[in-house]
């Protein structure tokens, strides 16, 4: 059961231009997302998070959109630069007696010059 | 530590044998979780400490698997028999938790495994 899912597995944007990472999740329990962002060979590293009290959250060309009625959130950035290809995953968490984050299974961005 | 270490970062193996794999996550960081990404696949959840003890093993594949964290730090996780199908890269976290909220987790750069 995928309680996280990014339906898209790739993803090609023009240097310059917009690119929007979507993720749809099916447990209202969870509470607090977050996007990871992973070059090959490398962990994956923390890019932006949202609490479920808000809707949106910026962080320079960085942006979190969450729509909890509809279960969904989107990560938009603008404009995409090429050092942006890599894979992001959208994750959740809920403290439900212990934090257990589920990550999607990724898109992978390509941004080209 | 500066950041989560993982050792090795690749182990190669044959199939049939025992592998461990350790983490040590940053310290005082008091969650710390396991993941999997197999080829072509997102990050599957293996389980979860918080402190010494695990609510959560429920990703763990099977009796095969089994994980351990002593004295609130280091941890090491365990595969018998080793199988093909348990070939990926094996990704330890860690992250703080204050109160009720948990900080992001930081991630190591995780342990390639191969079983020939």
């Known amino acids: 059961d995928q309680q996280v899912k990014q339906n898209s597995p790739s993803l090609s944007v023009q240097e310059g231009r917009i690119s929007i990472l979507n993720c749809d999740y099916t447990n209202s329990m969870f509470d607090y997302f977050l996007w990871y962002k992973k070059y090959p060979a490398e962990g994956p590293t923390f890019l932006i998070s949202?609490?479920?009290?808000?809707d949106k959250n910026e962080d320079g060309r960085f942006t979190v959109f969450l729509n909890k009625s509809a279960k969904h959130l989107s990560l938009h950035i603008v404009p995409s630069q090429p050092g942006d290809s890599a894979v992001y995953f959208c994750?959740?968490?809920?403290?439900?007696?212990?934090?257990?984050?589920?990550f999607g299974a990724g898109t992978r961005l390509f941004v080209k010059a | 530590g500066a950041g989560v270490s993982q050792s090795p970062s690749n182990k190669v193996t044959e199939k049939g044998k025992d592998v461990e794999l350790r983490c040590d996550p940053i310290?005082?960081?008091?969650?710390l979780y396991w993941y999997r990404q197999s080829l072509g696949q997102g990050l599957e959840f293996l389980i979860y400490f918080q402190g010494n003890s695990a609510p959560d093993k429920s990703g763990l594949p099977s009796d095969r698997f089994s994980a351990e964290r002593t004295g609130g730090s280091v941890s090491t996780l365990t595969i018998q028999r080793t199988q093909q199908e348990d070939s990926a890269v094996y990704l330890c976290?860690?992250?703080?938790?204050?109160?009720?909220?948990?900080?992001?987790?930081?991630f190591g750069q995780g342990t390639r495994l191969t079983v020939v």
């Open positions: 310290s005082g960081h008091t969650a």
């Open positions: 949202i609490s479920s009290i808000k």
């Open positions: 976290a860690s992250s703080l938790i204050t109160g009720l909220a948990e900080t992001e987790a930081f």
């Open positions: 994750a959740a968490s809920a403290n439900t007696g212990g934090f257990k984050t589920i």
